[in-house]
């Protein structure tokens, strides 16, 4: 097997709020396990907040070898299992080593009743054992409870290497045992090594990428690649059983390949899940088929599913824009079901829900926008529903329900309700009407002054992805936005460091991903182009700190990845938008070589960042700046292929 060229450490640094948060490790694609070490800068004592993934790369100490890991995300949970070597000379200094091991549980899924891992752990050899609780040894004894309790066993003293085989379950000790003899067959480590490898070299090996000019862009892209190709989470074990949202045992329908699990949805909606629709729709279908049996067994359509449970994590209803990109991009399979989705989708935007609610709904509608006296996510909320509300249009419209697809429309429209004339931003509004901006320049580039949502009044000022004609109105027309927008890059360019949040353009959080594109709806092309080439070279590195913060579930890496092909999507549409490509020569065999996008670019360099003209197929691309996901780039029924052909030069031009 030839892997391309990868660099695993990219995302495994960083600091503050630069760091990515990834753990380095072993693990399958999309796999439930991944293992790796848990580390610290001194000795036992971490820093919480860049630790979420375990591991950081500045490190001195391993604490543990860890069996599950959050992926990228800047929250603290699972590192379950922990194994460690250790070399002792008796028993009083195993109690010592014990005593100081670092218990590396995490407190997220607490807050919802927490999750239970079950683990079997088998040994090719060992002379003794026992347990642990409180740091006090007990030997011979085989079970134990409590928080800072455990395991050890001793091997022989001529014994230089140790396999063991470990047996993970959400469900059962039972389950465990299943999971170890069916997933392994207790066969030789190599044996195991090689089939995980291949595993990794058929999805990687469907993308390909070439920059004679641009090598570290090569590396940058196969890392992407898997980075994004590690999550979500697979949820269901051997023989297709899984835990559901409602604490039962179930076992996955026959239509879908697996279960999934760990939905940071408010990150990933916006590019990790478009990039599995367009090139894995059978992944996608599971992955939305996961969300409605999560409403079949809980109830509701979550907001940050992990495991089994509700986390009422982040804003918004965004499961809304995932059902609608994968319906309007027409990927959907005959197993929706789509009465049971139109009525998640009106239960959340109309109805109070048991987990994961909206703001109180009727409220919301009263007022046309969340009142800052009532909730202090005012301006957040209201900008996020209003893009929600669109993408329930867009399911409704699919469906045939023109008229109640109209209403969502106009409420996707609210978002006018809280955007200040005076100012020209969006501000938090209460219930009398009355704006509460940042009262100055300096107030306006506060991140922490909680009138948004992990963002300042420069963040959430171009938040309006779904209607960005109507955002151009609202700014006076299109030169005034152009030079708004502009302003918000170049200034952002001054702000090197990602310790703390850039004032501007951040390219480190969710809400400003789309905003590089929108210059596109006031004709200016090449100032898309001009600044997404930009990040893609300054923004993203090959080294540990390379993205620019949290990789949140593979949001920052399909980012990446979608920028540097050329084209971006319009989360919730079938609308992708053109960029500036960073290759030469791209291919992605999709939907495991059912049809293949083969991306030629000619004349490129790093000076050549502005695209002159734009073949699909051979022919002018006539929708310039936008290429269609339905019109031009789905996989047909049969093999099929796609090709486009971009002409690069140093200058911009209008004629296409």
């Known amino acids: 097997m030839n892997f391309p060229p990868v660099n695993l450490h990219i995302g495994t640094g960083g600091n503050g709020y ?13 796999g439930a396990l991944r293992l790796g070490p848990d580390t610290s800068d001194t000795f036992d004592i971490p820093i919480i907040f860049e630790h979420c993934g375990g591991y950081h790369y500045s ?5 543990a070898f860890s069996h599950t890991h959050m992926f990228g995300a800047g929250l603290q949970d699972y590192g379950e299992v922990g194994v460690f070597p250790i070399q002792v000379e008796d028993d009083d200094h195993l ?26 752990i088998t040994f090719t050899n060992w002379t003794n054992f026992g347990v642990w609780t409180n740091g006090h040894l007990v030997q011979g004894q085989t079970t134990t409870d409590g ?44 044996s195991i090594r090689e089939l995980v490898q291949q595993k990794w070299f058929n999805e990687i090996s469907r993308f390909e990428v070439s920059a004679e000019w641009n090598r570290e862009a090569e590396i ?70 996961s969300i409605m049996l999560n409403v079949e067994q809980g109830g509701d359509l979550p907001k940050w599913p992990f495991a089994n449970i509700y986390t009422n994590c982040m804003i918004g209803s965004h499961a809304d824009i995932m059902l609608s990109d994968l319906i309007m991009k ?31 709904s009727p409220t919301y509608i009263k007022y046309q926008y969340v009142p800052y006296d009532m909730d202090s996510k005012s301006a957040s909320q209201t900008l996020s529903y209003a893009y929600d509300d669109w993408a329930i249009g867009n399911v409704m419209y699919a469906a045939g329900l023109v008229d109640e697809a109209q209403e969502y429309y106009n409420r996707s429209l609210w978002f006018e309700h809280i955007f200040d004339n005076k100012t020209k931003f969006f501000c938090p509004r209460n219930s009398t009407g009355e704006f509460y901006c940042p009262s100055n320049e300096i107030e306006q580039l506060n991140p922490f002054d909680n009138l948004y949502v992990e963002g300042d009044a420069w963040h959430y000022r171009f938040f309006v992805p779904h209607n960005t004609r109507r955002l151009i109105d609202l700014f006076g027309g299109p030169e005034i936005f152009v030079h708004e927008l ?18 501007y353009y951040w390219a480190g959080n969710e809400h400003d991903l789309f905003s590089v594109w929108q210059f596109h709806y006031s004709n200016r092309s090449d100032l898309t182009q001009f600044h997404s080439r930009w990040l893609l070279d300054h923004v993203y590195t090959t080294n540990p700190d390379g993205i620019p913060g949290n990789d949140d579930y593979g949001t920052m890496p399909a980012w990446y990845i979608f920028a540097s092909m050329g084209f971006y999507p319009l989360a919730g549409s079938s609308t992708y938008l053109i960029g500036s490509p960073a290759f030469d020569r791209i291919t992605i065999r999709r ?66």
């Not at 630069?18 to 999309?30: E, I, K, W």
């Not at 001529?158 to 997933?183: C, K, M, P, R, W």
């Not at 690649?225 to 999550?231: D, M, P």
Request: glycine share 4%.
């Open 18 to 30: 630069g760091v990515g948060n990834l753990p380095l490790g072993a693990q399958s694609p999309y």
């Open 59 to 63: 490190d001195k100490y391993i604490n």
């Open 95 to 120: 109690q010592h080593m014990i005593a100081n091991r670092y218990n590396y549980r995490r407190p997220f899924s607490k807050l919802s009743g927490g999750v239970t891992t079950y683990f079997v």
């Open 147 to 190: 928080c800072s309790s455990g395991a050890y066993v001793i091997l022989p003293d001529d014994q230089q290497q140790v396999t063991a085989y470990v047996g993970i379950s959400f469900i059962s000790i039972e389950q465990a045992h299943i999971n170890l003899q069916v997933q392994t067959e207790l066969q030789l480590f190599d």
């Open 220 to 289: 940058k892209f196969n890392t992407a690649i898997v980075h994004s190709l590690s999550s979500p989470t697979q949820w269901d074990e051997s023989n297709g059983v899984y835990l559901g949202f409602d604490g039962q045992v179930h076992t996955k329908p026959d239509y879908m390949e697996h279960i999934y699990t760990d939905l940071s949805i408010w990150d990933i909606f916006r590019t990790q899940i478009p990039f599995i629709i367009f090139h894995d729709s059978q992944r996608a279908n599971d992955i939305i088929h």
């Open 330 to 360: 027409r990927e959907h399979n005959i197993h929706l079901n789509m009465t049971q989705v139109i009525e998640a989708l009106r239960k959340v935007a109309n109805q109070a829900q048991k987990h994961d609610s909206r703001f109180d």
């Open 486 to 503: 502009d302003t918000f890059f170049m200034r952002s360019q001054i702000w090197t460091s990602t310790i703390l949040p850039n004032p």
């Open 591 to 656: 939907n495991n070589g059912q049809c293949t996008l083969t991306i030629i670019v000619h004349n490129n360099s790093p000076e050549n960042i502005y695209v002159e003209r734009l073949l699909l197929n051979g022919q002018i691309l006539s929708t310039f700046p936008f290429i269609d996901h339905v019109d031009h780039l789905q996989c047909s029924t049969g093999a099929s292929s796609v090709q486009l052909d971009f002409f690069m030069s140093s200058t911009f031009s209008t004629d296409k």
